[in-house]
């Protein structure tokens, strides 16, 4: 078994980006909005600027009260929007009950949508039509990538179908030739279907849900969730179970984690590109 590390890629990454935003005429401008005071988003956002500002973009942080009037978190995304030294913009999410989160979520430009989670985003990558695409997934087919792991013509079970990582998992495997399954707290024979994968991909939010029976021997495993218990991080795979199986896993954390936030990044400068093309 061979442990996917996307601490280490995302090292080497950083490095590529980093040397091509020196060469650019300005720094990429990433500004993330918030709303209220959640804990692990804080330590997301604190992430995020810390990666932002280690490759030399600029990073504008919008921290709103937990109360705060949607009309004006969609004043400031219409400003963001037309702001031509801002290049993305991500409304970190969970959002409040209060808020719509569909409207926030689609008044970001779609140009400007380094999240990809717009419904503008979605339907592209649904089309196999060039777009951004949500960083988690983005960040799965880079490891894979990576390890010279072919995924056209393999099976792919997803269980997990959230707009964030299942959905548009699914579209980027089906768009890169794989024969695609996804499943969901409603499949009624979740281990029989998640035996079939050459690639298991699980992004479901519950701590080792997925047991060495569940998994065919030699399978590439990668493990989106995060669980934490005890002070510490856990997988949705038991990995002590499952790696003695697998051709592959990701290690929790140290694994798909990792790319995500690189993903928002090689994001922001494609989205720099598209709306730069006198470069
Ligand atoms: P989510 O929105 O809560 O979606 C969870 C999905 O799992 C849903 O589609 C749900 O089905 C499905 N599910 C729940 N119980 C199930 C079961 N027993 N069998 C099969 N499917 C089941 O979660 P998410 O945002 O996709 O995140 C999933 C996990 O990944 C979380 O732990 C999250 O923290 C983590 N995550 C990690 C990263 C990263 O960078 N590593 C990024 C994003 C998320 P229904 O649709 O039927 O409800």
């Known amino acids: 078994m061979q442990i996917l590390d996307g601490k280490k890629i995302k090292q080497e990454k950083i490095e590529e980006l980093k040397k091509e935003i020196s060469t650019l005429k300005r720094k990429p401008g990433l500004a993330v909005i918030q709303v209220g005071d959640n804990p692990a988003?804080?330590?997301y956002v604190s992430n995020k600027e810390k990666t932002g500002l280690e490759l030399g973009c600029n990073f504008e942080y919008i921290k709103f009260p937990e109360d705060v009037q949607e009309d004006l978190i969609l004043a400031t995304i219409d400003r963001l929007n037309d702001d031509m030294s801002i290049d993305g913009i991500i409304v970190q999410l969970p959002l409040p009950e209060h808020l719509n989160k569909e409207k926030i979520q689609n008044r970001v430009c779609?140009?400007?949508?380094?999240?990809?989670?717009t419904d503008i985003n979605a339907g592209l990558l649904m089309h196999n039509k060039d777009c951004l695409v949500p960083c988690t997934p983005n960040g799965i087919l880079e490891i894979l990538k990576y390890y010279d792991i072919s995924v056209s013509g393999k099976n792919v079970v997803i269980v997990g179908r959230s707009e964030l990582v299942g959905r548009p998992m699914f579209s980027l495997m089906l768009n890169n030739n794989a024969t695609v399954t996804i499943c969901h707290s409603y499949t009624s024979n979740l281990k029989d279907i998640t035996k079939t994968a050459d690639i298991l991909i699980v992004a479901v939010g519950k701590k080792h849900m997925i047991t060495s029976s569940m998994v065919k021997e030699g399978a590439v495993v990668i493990d989106v969730g995060i669980n934490r218990a005890d002070g510490k991080i856990y997988g949705d795979v038991n990995y002590e179970e499952v790696k003695d199986i697998c051709s592959y896993i990701t290690p929790v954390p140290g694994g798909v984690g990792q790319m995500t936030v690189l993903s928002i990044y090689q994001n922001l400068?494609?989205?720099?590109?598209?709306?730069?093309?006198d470069m």
Do not use: F, R, T
């Not at 779609?110 to 989670?117: E, F, P, Y």
């Not at 400068?269 to 093309?277: R, S």
């Open 41 to 43: 988003s804080n330590v």
């Open 110 to 117: 779609h140009k400007k949508d380094v999240d990809g989670l």
């Open 269 to 277: 400068l494609k989205a720099y590109k598209n709306n730069n093309l």
